[in-house]
Every structure is written in structure tokens, then in C-alpha cells.
């Protein structure tokens, strides 16, 4: 069965300091990891996905994450936060093996940055 | 670029009324999912279609239902509503002939918002 944790239910941070959002996963199979973002009464936006090609993944706005298999963790970072990243973060996991596109999704990081 | 469309964005209803959304994917994409998100709570899967037909089902009660139609859009019907029912509905799409559903690359609308008095 597939799940993730996410370690944090909120971060704050300052604005121009790093930001780490914390996820753990559990996979049966070789999974497909993802974060997406939902900013207030938005739908969910894709920041970034690791599928087995490299493990230090780019994503969009700055984000990156890094998968390490023996960590089972997926955490996400960005050097320098800006005001615009304030959202509720998830970490998804899919099962890599299915074709049905079934994600599981984590309980959420709510990202507050102050000014 | 043309995103998933979701209709109604907000809806309000009595307990034991009916309720139906809809959802428009981007076009040519071949699979539709809908998502249900309770206050404060991570998305759950509730049933997704593929070229028409059922593909997957979650936790969707069986006073919910859903079909995809010939244009691809969707409806999630539900029925005597209750006041847990309130909550965000997300309709997400993917093109399933490219692999992107197996790579989790899914595209959510903004939602649709129910609320159940």
C-alpha cells in the first residue's frame, strides 16, 4: 500500500530564508513521488515529480526535492522564500507500476512566510 | 493553454437534496478523476474514468455516482445529501495514451465547493 507523511502540519518562515518541507513515504512498488501546491481557492498545481530518473529534481518557482530511497523521503526546499509561496504543500505518491493515475496524497504542509 | 473546468464553483444545498457537478478536462485528455477534500483534510480519491468507462474507484459513497460522457466531460451525482458530504470536489485530467497517468501527471480544476445545511 502506498502513503506518505508529512512531518510538519505548518512551517513559518521569513522571507529570503530557507524553506524545508518534510515527507516520508511508504510504497509497495517503486514509486512516483510528487508535491503539488494549492494556493487559497485554487485547485492543486504540480511543483514537481520524481518517476526514477534523477533524484534531485527541479520543479517550478525555485523548489527542488530529493528522493533518497533508504531515507524513504522526498523532502522539499527552496534556498529563499518569497511571499508568493505561501500555499498548502502535498506530498503525492503514485503507485509507479499503475496506469490508473490513483494518487495518495499526505495531510499537507500549510507554508506560512512572514515579511 | 485551456485548463480542467469545474462547474458549479460554489453550490448550496439542504440535507437529503441532490446535488450534480461537472467537469470539463483539457482537451484530449482521455481520463477524468474526482477528488474530495473535507475541511482541513488531504484529498481523497473518490472514481476516475477512462475512455468512458469506470477505470478506478476510491472511497466514493454509494449515494455518489459519476459518468463520463462522449465528450469526455463528466458529472458526479450525489444523492440525500448529508451535512459531512460538505466539502471541495476536484476534478482532475490526463492523457492516459502518453503514460502520464502512470507518471501521476494529473490536472486539477479549481474546484467546485459544496456546501451542505
Known amino acids: 500500500a502506498q502513503s506518505v507523511t508529512q512531518l510538519d502540519s505548518h512551517v513559518s518562515v521569513s522571507e529570503g530564508t530557507p524553506v524545508l518541507l518534510r515527507c516520508n513515504y511508504s510504497?509497495?512498488?517503486?514509486?512516483?513521488l510528487f508535491w503539488y501546491v494549492q494556493h487559497p481557492n485554487k485547485g492543486l498545481q504540480l511543483l514537481l515529480k520524481y518517476t526514477s530518473a534523477a533524484t534531485l529534481v527541479k520543479g517550478i518557482n525555485g523548489f527542488e526535492a530529493e528522493f533518497k530511497k533508504s531515507e524513504t523521503s522526498f523532502h522539499l526546499t527552496k534556498p529563499s522564500a518569497h511571499m508568493s509561496d505561501a500555499a498548502e504543500y502535498f506530498c503525492?505518491?503514485?503507485?509507479?507500476?499503475?496506469?490508473?493515475?490513483?494518487?495518495?496524497f499526505g495531510r499537507g504542509t500549510q507554508l506560512t512566510v512572514w515579511p | 493553454a485551456a485548463g480542467v473546468i469545474q462547474s458549479p464553483r460554489h453550490l448550496i444545498k439542504e440535507k437529503r437534496e441532490t446535488a450534480t457537478l461537472k467537469c470539463y478536462p483539457i482537451p484530449r485528455h482521455d481520463t477524468v478523476y474526482w477528488y474530495q477534500q473535507g475541511p482541513g483534510q488531504d484529498p481523497q480519491f473518490l472514481i476516475s474514468?477512462?475512455?468512458?468507462?469506470?477505470?478506478d474507484k476510491g472511497s466514493i459513497p454509494d449515494r455518489f455516482s459519476a459518468q463520463q460522457f462522449s465528450d469526455y466531460h463528466s458529472e458526479l451525482n450525489m444523492s440525500s445529501l448529508e451535512l459531512g458530504d460538505s466539502a471541495l470536489y476536484f476534478c482532475?485530467?490526463?492523457?492516459?495514451?502518453?503514460?502520464?497517468?502512470?507518471?501521476?501527471?494529473?490536472?486539477f480544476g479549481e474546484g467546485s465547493r459544496l456546501t451542505v445545511l
Open positions: 474514468f477512462y475512455e468512458k468507462m469506470q477505470s
Open positions: 510504497s509497495s512498488y517503486s514509486p512516483s
Open positions: 503525492v505518491v503514485s503507485d509507479r507500476g499503475s496506469t490508473l493515475g490513483r494518487l495518495y
Open positions: 482532475a485530467s490526463s492523457n492516459t495514451e502518453r503514460g502520464a497517468a502512470s507518471a501521476g501527471e494529473l490536472f
